[in-house]
């Protein structure tokens, strides 16, 4: 039973993009037996970190588990789709969490503080080491990456780290389709595009502004884009995603900017013409050396430039080409 192991090492190093697809479309269409959508889960919290890697490819337990606990806790508790997975040891956690803090229901996860945060990744993370790794482990032969419990560990293997990056969008939209098509399934109610929608936004976060008091402290007041000053008068300042959230999935303090509303509101779903990447690379220069928010943000701490390089590479050939600038 693969999903009782301690320690999963990788059992291929080198796959095809075509072995690759063939093992993720089995992932994703087969009906595993326990009908849980915890495969489903761990994809998108490793797309969640795909930028999060060291050099060698590691993630560590801590981040995967708050992505995963941040995507059934909004789930769960503020969408209320308990049904679909309930009973799970994700579930029965998440709402033991509740009821202890005495949470309402539509809170979502980055509403929580960061002690209730950090109590509910703890917990997801002791699940995750019974349930999660190891299941999805076996599911790829042991192909798609290698864990540790001990270390808390997990080791991409770099030619699915590659692929994921590459094929980013698409299988975005193939793991929420099959994820909310096995939560219809398991609720026998709501219909799938209204299940969609709360699935293609469970990851995402309500609110910014913890980043934009972040980069108040340490950039220039002005809009990224217009250079218009901020915070005059009426106009409020927007924190936008430098590559859209659509692609990205995930909020990282290198890939945000602070801007006008009128930018931030023309710009939307676009990536901004490439003039933008070598400020964004230069603006991520000045924070990657202020000791203060590196020790607070670790995700600051794996920041490399060829990082904002590639993804922006990549969001172009997953389609992202209506550039954007300001006018
Ligand atoms: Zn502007």
Known sequence: MSHKLRVGELQSIYLTEEQIWRSFTTILTTRSKKSSTYKYGLLKAMIENLYQVDDEAVVFYDQLAYSFAKIYWNLVIHHGLEQGTSGSAVVKRLIEIQREESIPEDITFDKLNATIQVKATTRIKAVMKTNVFGALYGDTQGSFYAFDHKEERFQFNRTVLTFMRKYQLLMVDLINYHMAKMIERLNDAPHINYLLEKVESIAKRSTLKPFERVLLQYTENTCFYCDKPLNKGQAKTHVDHFIPWSFVQSDQLWNLVLTCSKCNTSKKDKLPIRDFLRLVVERNEVLVVQQEIVSQD??????????????????????????????
């Open 298 to 327: 670790k995700n600051l701490k794996n920041y490399k430039e060829e990082k904002m390089i590639h993804l922006y590479e990549y969001s172009i050939q997953n389609g992202y080409e209506n550039i954007w600038w300001p006018r």
